[in-house]
């Protein structure tokens, strides 16, 4: 079984630019997570998508977002990049939540902002 | 909102010896999890473990979940054990994963 899997391993831009990151959720979870590991701030939750929809958000400005598709993959997107914004991006995805579910964790994304 | 603490943040073994890692957690919750980070960053789920023990090799976990608190037991470490070992709780009401600080363990051979 395919686990969690997340493109592009690595990523470079620069101040300003936009970076959209992917994440294909293991076959038949429905449920699908993004976090941020930023240098010294641990692990920090971003968005929840399930069924296609939007479900909760992390204390993130606006310029971070995403969308999950019908296939159940999803899209993160930051716009206006910032070098704060430099780290290592996690997806996530579980069965569906109300079983409460195991989350199970890609490779990630490590972004780098120039 | 939830805290999850976990100790000790840093922890020096030789090969070979045996740990505790503890994870305690401010409020009920419906799910916990431990995870091991190694030096690429991969997030590699150890244990899912509401409440009870489970044994899985060197390594087991034992949750009590009405005292609020879980533990890691990592038995005859080796140095392939080194990284940072995460606890996190789930709450079904907001779908977030909520992650301890972690604890460092480096196993020296």
């Known amino acids: 079984e395919a686990g969690v899997t997340q493109s592009p391993t690595h990523l470079i831009k620069t101040r300003g630019q936009q970076a959209t990151l992917r994440c294909s959720p293991i076959?038949?979870?429905?449920?699908v997570y993004w976090y941020q590991q930023a240098l010294g701030l641990g692990l920090q939750f971003l968005l929840w998508?399930?069924?296609?929809?939007?479900?909760n958000r992390g204390n993130f400005p606006p310029r971070f977002s995403g969308r999950q598709f019908p296939n159940y993959s999803s899209e993160l997107n930051v716009n206006a990049l910032e070098l704060e914004d430099s780290a290592l991006y996690l997806c996530?995805?579980?069965?569906?939540?109300?079983?409460?579910?195991?989350?199970?964790f890609g490779d990630g994304t490590r972004l780098s902002i120039l | 909102g939830i805290q999850v603490e976990q100790s000790p943040p840093d922890l020096i073994l030789q090969e070979g010896a045996n740990s505790t890692l503890r994870c305690n957690f401010s409020?009920?919750?419906?799910?916990l999890q431990w995870f091991h980070q190694n030096p690429w960053g991969q997030l590699i789920n150890l244990f899912y473990?509401?409440?009870g023990t489970k044994q899985n090799g060197r390594l087991s976990a034992t949750t009590v979940a009405t005292e609020r608190y879980s533990l890691l037991y990592i038995s005859s470490s080796q140095t392939t054990d080194s990284g940072v070992y995460f606890c996190a709780v789930f709450s079904s009401n907001t779908g977030k994963l909520i992650f301890g600080q972690g604890t460092t363990l480096q196993v020296k051979p």
């Open positions: 473990i509401p409440s």
């Open positions: 998508y399930d069924e296609g929809e939007e479900r």
């Open positions: 076959s038949g979870h429905t449920s």
């Open positions: 409020d009920s919750v419906n799910n």
């Open positions: 996530a995805s579980s069965a569906r939540v109300g079983r409460n579910q195991p989350q199970h």
